[in-house]
């Protein structure tokens, strides 16, 4: 059987592969870069990644995941498949990432100025520094070292002294100054370890190039998230953006979530797969950077990186397990420098790679990147930011104090646990109206094609839609009494119907089913209840919140009128919301730009008090109340109580007159 | 022709190895480890290297080197030799290294009670420190970071903060906290460049081990000489050597002085050759301290090394061509800490590497390492430290002002141009007598074997006693007129039989000529020309030295009485001079005994004022007039020419009564 080379053809792509007999057709597929979802990370129990059979055999188990029709079909499972002979196989679309919808997100990021303004105080004083300098040759009478002789020029120069130099400048630096005709650019770096020596931080001299380059002055900005990574590239002589790329991480294919990233780690050889996967990720937008703004890699001085702990810790090679079990500790708070090149991060052996510090293991280091991008250390208005997704971190504080929570809000968010969800790509639902006389929907999908499924901000304003019109009552029951077909019983108990089959990219009918209802309800309780349990730790109320700032790309695409409706968003007038877009590239860019924002991220870190919630009796209590649309405490929704009565009055009347 | 294999076996040794037709035979013989002399490193121009080819050919230039006679007896040089068939080579004695002798050495570097009381005011405390902590284990309402949590507890129980932390430790962390059930001993160290903080350096964490182990605590000392490599072992939780090794430098056949190991540099694959060479002699030096001390390798957390220039910029493969390359630059004063694993010293690898600073390209890190050592920079008599080799390192000073110098004394010392001149190792002529009355001489040997050759210390012996009977007058001739047959004209001019043929083990007869003793002139007037021109550059003369303190194995065996007969050591009473052996091995030890060492090392090498010679009229003006024994001017010797004169009335009398 073994070394028995087999040959599989994907599609669409027209991708071959020649691997193993034997081996597992979900790793074929993600070494082939076909990009299968599979959000269980291969655990068999998610069925995202069901691939059709066209021509050969595989030897597959089959789980629940697979109806008989789609069996007969020769849909299967990739993850639970072993190649037997060489293979044609489909990707179908409901399994397929596609690509062009991260646009969207790129707009998002790139509209930066009004965020930007949110953080005040700060200097254009970037860590990496470039400093031509011309040195007096050496003679008889001036022999000093090399070295020394650079170090003295840096501080006649530039008044710069008390620098630190890494041994790879010391080793090319006599060939280089002699290269350079005397003549070199040197980079300097101030990393968050080196000491102040005078309102100052120690610089490292961690480059030296021969000739003045100083114009050619570049850094790398990256969020690392779960699903996706976005990079930029930064001009620091100028401060500003030169280029941009985002790409789904390379780790998707392992898992949807963080808790499948860090189980598939704990497989053999698992860890390093998913450190090159996301590595190779990063190196793929380093290239699309370079091609758009035509810089040299070279030029590139440092790698500031924001994500969350197990996407940093997946990143620098650190076993995430203890992240996953009580009582969640994460290796470290901050991250000594590394080279980044020592991860395998394509850029020059020079570049550092820097990582924000974080809270918690689940409070990571993208939300200090956010709070400090988001000047949340430095109001005075009592703030709460959000960033929404499985793990729903919260921070509520101002500048004199800041206290965060992660809220376990399941995957609903991210498409998880919902029949027809899917993550916000091509073809999700977003957009839901309906219209109140005949009960009939309006949908709107990403990028405009027909609906293969729904996202999470789809999912929020599909059940805020339902509940205005009465389809659904606030324990997120339907009323089986309305005179409209799309309320039927399904097998998972009563749904409705949001589009027909024949209006599908999947030709089934799509649906939204009182489970996922109850999931989205269960995942909005546990954000509000996170809120209000910081809220009241402090001795405050969720109305007394005078600035709500909503990070992460979920966020920019949220309806604040339906999250308030269904009790996501507290209940505050509209001004009060601001969204900040990827609060954590932000970050990463901000202190890129100003070693003041490298204080202000250490300084966040240490003074943020982490709330464990899973414990917290408080927490359960807010959470089990908060289980109701908008919330079983009205007090807390005072707007959409009216409003709700209000609809209900019209709905009546109107029904009345019809 | 190429890819032809053919087998090599050489005697004595009973070594084969087989290698490809042409290939040299030089580097041949180095690789089968049977270390050939070879002085000018393969260039042709010393002849040491010659080898008797007992069986097969090869193809060799023949140069002048190679007598007629010996031609015909089948020598060649295996730096000319290109290797033609299967070969029998035999290793001549006088082209053979031999270690036996080392042993002489070692004693030297042993006997170390007294020099460690010349550097004063030093208090024991190792850079390197070992901290057994026992860590409360993580709750959900104590769920800090692993590393934040060890930090903590380092905090509270040593009362040590704002430590700094390698990134492999962070990786290895989570792990070996819960191996060792949250008791771990965690290693510090203190570099050179880690700031103050409230009078003490900042340490940095370079690892971490399970469980307590903080009873096994060393480090490394070594000395890596032109010559010969020291090592010590080195327990720090006592205070004391625990094992000791030395060994021929494996660059030894590669050229016998620094200038020919730069000039083996520039070849294509020279830097990494002889750094390879090197690392391999510490690696077995390494090997041998364990087994000595039966240690563990993981349980070394240190090496300081102090070496000169050259050897160290090799050491870290550093070019070290502008060494070589007037106006001798080096590439650094001091060398940023680099992991002596990435150099290929076997130790762990949280290893540190710590190399003195230098203070200039011929004053290296061993004369800092001695002058720390021997407590120069804290006494208030007026010192003057020497290194006696080819550079001749000398510094003057005391604790508030130190000068120093690199005199190019030629390689007459190390038995170079000397025409039957050898390194100190066995068979070597030392000691000297002659018999005034019919001019006979003694002479006695390293290991007391038959003699081979004169090693450096010998040659002054021999040039003092030739002096003190008058068989050569003060300018180094020979008074040909004496009745005796031992002075004769040879080949190279005048010359003086010490050893006939049957009483050798080289079956020729050893004799010095005017050629060797004129060598040895220029040497030992570039040493005490340098010496005059320092000491006069502050006011001073020779007279004024309070102090002489001798480094150096070299030194350890010279006779004080006939090296100030020549006119190698200023004119002062016996009891200013003081031997302290190997001064940079010294310095290293007590450097890693003491973080103040460290300090003092800087600070040394901050304040000393190089002197380059090379064009400095004044030292041209003293360098003449000190071509004669023991000196033009009668006066910078008063003893010595009184003894003469003494000498010449008594022997004048004594023939007068034969």
Not at 124 to 145: H, M, R
Request: proline letters at 4%.
């Amino acid at each position: 059987m073994a070394n028995k080379k087999r040959k599989v053809h994907f599609e669409p792509g027209n991708v071959d592969i020649t691997v193993e007999q034997g081996s597992n057709l979900l790793e074929v597929a993600i070494q082939a870069g076909v990009r299968p979802i599979a959000s269980c990370g291969g655990a068999g129990t998610c069925g995202t990644c069901k691939v059709l059979i066209e021509q050969g055999e595989v030897e597959s188990t089959r789980t629940d995941k697979v109806s008989d029709e789609e069996y007969q079909r020769g849909l299967r499972q990739a993850c639970q498949s072993k190649i037997l002979t060489d293979l044609v196989v489909h990707i179908p679309v409901e399994s397929r990432l596609e690509t062009a919808v991260l646009t969207r997100e790129r707009k998002g990021v790139a509209t930066g100025d009004q965020p930007e303004a949110l953080a005040t105080g700060w200097r254009f004083n970037p860590p990496l520094s470039k400093f031509f300098v011309e040195l007096p040759p050496p003679t008889l009478g001036d022999n000093i070292s090399d070295l020394s002789r650079m170090l003295r020029s840096l501080k006649q120069h530039y008044k710069i002294r008390n620098m630190t130099v890494d041994f790879d400048v010391v080793r090319k630096l006599p060939q280089i100054l002699r290269d350079g005709d005397w003549k070199v650019t040197v980079t300097t770096l101030v990393t968050a370890v080196e000491p102040r020596v005078a309102d100052r931080r120690r610089r490292r001299v961690i480059n030296v190039q021969p000739g003045n380059i100083s114009r050619k002055h570049y850094s790398l900005a990256f969020d690392i998230g779960t699903t996706t990574v976005c990079g930029q590239l930064l001009d620091l002589n100028h401060g500003k953006v030169v280029a941009e790329g985002i790409e789904y991480n390379g780790q998707i294919s392992y898992g949807a979530d963080v808790i499948s990233r860090i189980a598939y780690s704990q497989k053999s050889g698992g860890l390093p797969k998913l450190q090159q996967a996301v590595v190779t990720t990063i190196n793929g937008i380093i290239e699309q950077l370079l091609t758009q703004s035509q810089a040299d890699i070279e030029d590139i001085g440092h790698l500031t990186v924001a994500g969350n702990t197990t996407m940093i810790q997946i990143l620098l090679g650190l076993d995430p397990k203890y992240i996953r079990l009580s009582p969640y500790t994460p290796a470290a708070t901050y991250i000594p420098p590394v080279k980044a090149s020592s991860l395998g991060v394509k850029v020059g052996e020079h570049v550092y790679l820097f990582t924000f510090p974080l809270a918690a293991s689940y409070v990571g280091g993208d939300i200090i990147s956010g709070i400090v991008a988001s000047g949340v250390h430095q109001t005075k208005k009592l703030t709460y930011y959000m960033d929404i997704g499985t793990n729903g971190e919260i921070v509520i504080g101002k500048s004199d104090w800041l206290v965060t929570a992660a809220c376990s809000a399941g995957s609903a968010f991210e498409g998880g646990g919902v029949k027809h969800g899917m993550i916000a790509t091509s073809g999700a639902i977003e957009e839901f109206s309906i219209n109140p006389s005949n009960l009939e929907p309006v949908v709107g999908t990403i990028g405009g094609e027909k609906p293969k499924g729904i996202c999470g901000s789809g999912l929020i304003n599909i059940v805020a839609g339902l509940l205005e019109v009465g389809i659904i009552s606030q324990n997120g029951k339907f009323n089986t009494d309305l005179p409209t077909r799309r309320i039927r019983e399904g097998s998972d108990g009563y749904e409705y119907v949001l589009a027909k089959a024949p209006k599908t990219q999947i030709n089934k009918d799509i649906v939204i089913t009182e489970v996922d209802i109850d999931n989205l309800i269960r995942a909005k309780a546990a954000m509000y209840a996170g809120c209000q349990t910081l809220v009241t730790s402090v001795g405050m109320t969720c109305q007394d919140i005078e600035q709500v700032i909503i990070a992460g790309v979920f966020g920019s695409h949220l309806n604040i009128e339906k999250a308030i409706t269904i009790g996501l968003l507290p209940d505050l007038p509209p001004d009060r919301f601001v969204f900040i877009g990827n609060g954590s590239l932000l970050g990463a860019r901000l202190t890129s730009f100003s070693t003041d924002m490298l204080d202000d991220a250490r300084r966040v870190a240490k003074v943020m008090t982490n709330f464990e919630l899973s414990e917290n009796a408080a927490f359960m209590n807010n959470y089990v109340a908060a289980l109701f649309l908008p919330h079983t405490n009205g007090n807390e929704f005072p707007s959409v109580i009216k409003r709700l009565a209000d609809l209900a009055d019209n709905s009546s009347k109107r029904r009345v007159t019809v």
